[in-house]
């Protein structure tokens, strides 16, 4: 599993919203490489354009607000960005980023401590993000190990499924 992330950070404010992530009239695509190409289209059309596979995106408190849309996490991994750089999540979103395999970190101060361009390392085991720009380091609270399963696995569905593949031929052997 590869969980450290390099690239350059997009700056985005506080209380970015699923709808902002992925236009509602976007809903409806369903193969993942055309819906990133409309992530963040109406809140930033230079992203959409010029955001590079490995991007990081750096964001305020309660990324992701809103409805709750599988969609939103995936558009931005769609998209080519590597993980989201936040103050603070939205749990809705929080968990569907996790239960899509897509990476989310939460550094507090994160808009004050990393500014658009800056070149961003995020190593998710250590525990570290790194602004390579201003040469600074920053802890972040460590993913629990039954998440980074989930991550290593491919997600949700998957770690279930082998929970219920241990679980059951457990249950089978107690009787």
């Known amino acids: 599993m590869d969980a450290k992330f ?7 404010g506080d209380n970015i919203d699923t709808d902002m992530i992925i236009p509602a009239r976007f809903m409806s695509i369903t193969n993942y490489e055309e819906l990133g ?12 354009e010029n955001a590079k596979t490995g991007d990081i995106l750096v964001a305020g408190k309660n990324f992701g607000c809103g409805s709750s849309r ?10 080519g960005i590597s993980c989201v750089v936040a103050e603070s999540f939205a749990r ?16 507090p101060r994160a808009s004050e401590r990393i500014r658009e361009g800056d070149i961003i390392q995020v190593d998710i085991k250590a525990g570290k993000v790194a602004n390579k720009t201003t040469n600074e ?11 980074l399963n989930m991550y290593e696995i491919g997600g949700l569905s998957k770690y279930i499924q082998n929970r219920l593949k ?3 031929c457990q249950r089978e052997q107690t009787k």
């Open 70 to 79: 599988e969609n939103a996490p995936v558009a931005i991994r769609a998209r």
């Open 166 to 168: 241990t679980e059951g």
């Open 137 to 147: 380091e920053y802890d972040i609270e460590p993913i629990p190990e039954f998440m």
């Open 92 to 107: 809705t979103f929080f968990r569907n980023a996790v239960n899509m395999c897509f990476y989310v970190v939460e550094l």
């Open 37 to 48: 190409k409309h992530c963040l289209t109406d809140t930033r059309p230079e992203f959409t």
């Open 6 to 12: 390099c690239g350059s950070a997009w700056s985005f």
